[in-house]
């Protein structure tokens, strides 16, 4: 279906077109911002700008949130290949790398500045963030990717929000209420649920060794998560882009990262490593993709364009998407008690996020 020319109506909508005449197919239209109840449009390669106004507009921050649990499903998925591949610490660094590179074109095509002038304390914060949840967290994450895979891993970073909120209680001194600590407790059984399973259809077993030290890898890739999110909230007060406090985690954990690598005298064999299996360069440049960039795009217009629990608890949803993923890609048959488990400790996620 095309577009064409200016005033052309459909029912419940109205699209505009300032200036000439044009034709647009729809489904080209590729990037969108939009600022109250008016959708800015902008296509390639002319970028003419028009405006359309439709009933569904008010649910693109959800369909955003959803985009983002898609997104982090098939990034999880991508580095869990790579790292098979070439080992979790070679992904972490080329990942970071090629992170960086996603997220300056996404300010050039959002037209934000890149902070390189932000203020001194911002980039402390921030870039301490990046350390303990992209440096450490992260290296714990896609150990734990190769350990036990993604949907296993995913499912421990379900505990996120539950770390987080005992840490703003210690830390920052907010006040726990009885259904944040009933939502805690839902999402813990539901994990215990999934790692206790010892059903026949369980291909990964509880008693095996390297299955335990997964599940703790996923704990600490979970923490430093959660501590790495409340250094980078102090790095973010005010009206701070979080697109572009992204940037600066981000590079700020490449430089540090790629100096203890260098230190290592480790680069070399990262490099031998990716070009031994150039397949890994595939799956860890589609997961840089679909997490950095693509995955926190959509999760910064969900929180702007819905309320930020509705987004929070959308955005929760990787776990329930990688049982099928798991199954197609990785041959992983979870069994009930996993399933029920998974769709319990989700439900605790969504009870934390809406309180």
């Given at each position: 279906m095309h577009v064409s020319g200016r005033g052309y109506e459909v029912p419940g909508s109205r699209f505009e077109v300032p200036g000439s005449r044009f034709e647009v197919p729809l489904w080209i239209l590729i990037f969108a911002f939009r600022t109250r109840n008016t959708f800015y449009i902008s296509r390639f390669p002319v970028f003419t700008?028009?405006?359309?106004?439709?009933?569904?507009?008010?649910?693109?921050?959800?369909?955003?949130?959803?985009?983002?649990?898609?997104?982090?499903?098939?990034?999880?998925?991508?580095?869990?290949?790579?790292?098979?591949?070439?080992?979790?610490?070679?992904?972490?660094?080329?990942?970071?790398?090629?992170?960086?590179?996603?997220?300056?074109?996404?300010h050039l095509l959002t037209g934000t500045p890149l902070p390189f002038d932000a203020a001194p304390w911002r980039w402390f914060w921030l870039t301490l963030s990046g350390l303990?949840?992209?440096?450490?967290?992260?290296?714990?994450?896609?150990?734990?990717?190769?350990?036990?895979?993604?949907?296993?891993?995913?499912?421990?970073?379900?505990?996120?929000?539950?770390?987080?909120?005992?840490?703003?209680?210690?830390?920052?001194?907010?006040?726990?209420?009885?259904?944040?600590?009933?939502?805690?407790?839902?999402?813990?059984?539901?994990?215990?649920?999934?790692?206790?399973?010892?059903?026949?259809?369980?291909?990964?077993?509880?008693?095996?060794?390297?299955?335990?030290?997964?599940?703790?890898?996923?704990?600490?890739?979970?923490?430093?998560?959660?501590?790495?999110?409340?250094?980078?909230?102090?790095?973010?007060?005010?009206?701070?882009?979080?697109?572009?406090?992204?940037?600066?985690?981000?590079?700020?954990?490449?430089?540090?990262?790629w100096l203890i690598t260098l230190l290592m005298r480790q680069a070399r064999m990262t490099f031998r490593r990716l070009r031994e299996q150039p397949r890994s360069l595939w799956f860890i440049t589609g997961g840089a993709f679909f997490g950095p960039f693509l995955g926190v795009t959509l999760s910064l217009f969900a929180v702007q364009n819905t309320e930020v629990g509705v987004a929070a608890t959308l955005m929760a949803l990787p776990p329930v998407f990688l049982l099928p993923i798991s199954r197609f890609m990785f041959g992983e048959q979870a069994g009930r008690r996993a399933i029920i488990g998974t769709f319990v400790a989700v439900a605790g996620v969504a009870l934390l996020a809406l309180t």
């Open positions: 700008a028009g405006m359309i106004t439709c009933p569904f507009m008010a649910f693109l921050g959800e369909l955003a949130a959803l985009g983002t649990s898609v997104c982090w499903s098939f990034t999880s998925t991508f580095f869990t290949m790579g790292g098979r591949l070439v080992g979790s610490v070679v992904v972490n660094r080329t990942r970071l790398i090629m992170a960086v590179g996603f997220l300056i074109i996404a303990v949840g992209l440096v450490i967290g992260d290296a714990f994450l896609f150990q734990a990717f190769v350990w036990i895979g993604p949907r296993l891993s995913m499912l421990m970073m379900s505990l996120v929000p539950v770390i987080s909120t005992f840490i703003a209680w210690f830390f920052l001194g907010e006040v726990l209420v009885a259904v944040q600590l009933l939502g805690i407790a839902i999402t813990v059984l539901g994990i215990a649920i999934v790692i206790l399973d010892r059903s026949p259809n369980n291909q990964l077993d509880p008693r095996n060794r390297t299955y335990l030290y997964g599940i703790l890898f996923g704990i600490g890739a979970a923490a430093g998560q959660a501590l790495g999110l409340v250094l980078a909230k102090k790095g973010l007060a005010g009206d701070f882009s979080a697109l572009s406090g992204t940037f600066i985690r981000m590079l700020s954990a490449a430089i540090i990262l």
